[in-house]
């Protein structure tokens, strides 16, 4: 697993524009703090923090094994976990968002004087 920097992001998808974000927190998360525009949502955990036993099986469905997946989580601890699933089905491309959604959000804020590209969205659901 590779790790990729909040700051990376936008550079691996525009080199890779058939990357796909893979965003493993729970749908209240999303909700309450947004998401990554064109991120496929798979909870790596049930809402009672059990592990999502179809997660394998719904990462299949939007992805092959040569795609290049990016995962990430609140922190970047839980997409460390599914970036070790993903390797384990097979996967070869895997990357982990390090600090996670915050630290995009962070980063964000830094640069919004600076008119950077901005993936993240409020609310919704992909």
């Not at 890779?16 to 990554?36: C, H, K, L």
């Not at 999502?52 to 995962?71: H, Q, S, Y």
Request: charged share 25%; net charge negative; hydrophobic share 35%.
């Amino acid at each position: 697993m590779l790790q990729i920097s909040p700051h990376e992001l936008h550079g691996l998808l525009v080199s890779n524009p058939q990357s796909a974000i893979i965003d493993v927190r729970f749908q209240r998360e999303r909700e309450e703090t947004g998401y990554i525009e064109g991120a496929f949502h798979i909870p790596l955990y049930l809402p009672d923090w059990e592990p999502n036993p179809d997660f394998a099986r719904e990462l299949g469905k939007i992805a092959t094994l040569a795609t290049t997946l990016v995962f990430v989580c609140r922190s970047g601890v839980r997409s460390c976990e599914a970036c070790e699933i993903a390797r384990r089905e097979g996967y070869a491309h895997v990357y982990n968002l390090s600090e996670g959604y915050l630290g995009l959000v962070k980063l964000k804020s830094q640069a919004e004087q600076d008119d950077a590209p901005d993936l993240l969205r409020s609310s919704g659901q992909r």
